[in-house]
């Protein structure tokens, strides 16, 4: 799915990501919020989920926990949630974004994925839930004239 983003760098080499897990695991408990960010983004470029899920894990505690550096984790938060089809929270993050810099083409971009994908998969949503009102109608038919017939 990354692949289809603007402006996402491709996945880090295994060994680039495993100095960062390194240092972030070196830090332990006293692990710096400089760190933390190094480490949550290169998961976020990852193309392995749980990595990925991970990165947004992090980042999400740099937002939360330390105010002055929300803006530079916006970006991956929203590029991390669309990888891992959190829309809402990728919406959510990048409205958040586009308020601090309007003109952020980067964000607009994003914003235009987002809804797009959103769009196809309620449209898909709803074909299934069409297609199991089809088949539950066809089933009840059919078991209702069965029932007749016994009589």
Not at 140 to 145: A, D, E, R
Request: glycine share 10%.
């Amino acid at each position: 799915m990354g692949s289809n983003l603007p402006y996402a760098e491709s996945p880090l080499k295994p060994d680039e990501l495993q100095v960062l897990r390194a240092q972030y695991d070196k830090e332990g408990h006293f692990v710096g919020v400089q760190t933390k960010f190094n480490y949550a983004w290169g998961l976020i470029k990852s193309d392995n989920r749980s990595e990925q899920q991970e990165g947004v894990r992090l980042l999400s505690e740099i937002f939360r926990n330390v105010p002055e550096r929300r803006r530079e984790c916006l970006y991956y938060l929203v590029l991390g949630n669309y990888k891992l089809g959190n829309y809402a929270e990728a919406r959510r993050y990048n409205d958040l974004l586009l308020d601090h810099e309007p003109g952020n083409l980067q964000a607009t971009s994003l914003r235009s994925l987002i809804d797009d994908k959103v769009s196809k998969e309620g449209l898909m949503g709803v074909a299934i839930l069409g297609g199991v009102a089809i088949a539950t109608s066809v089933v009840g038919s059919m078991l209702f004239k069965g029932a007749q017939r016994k009589r």
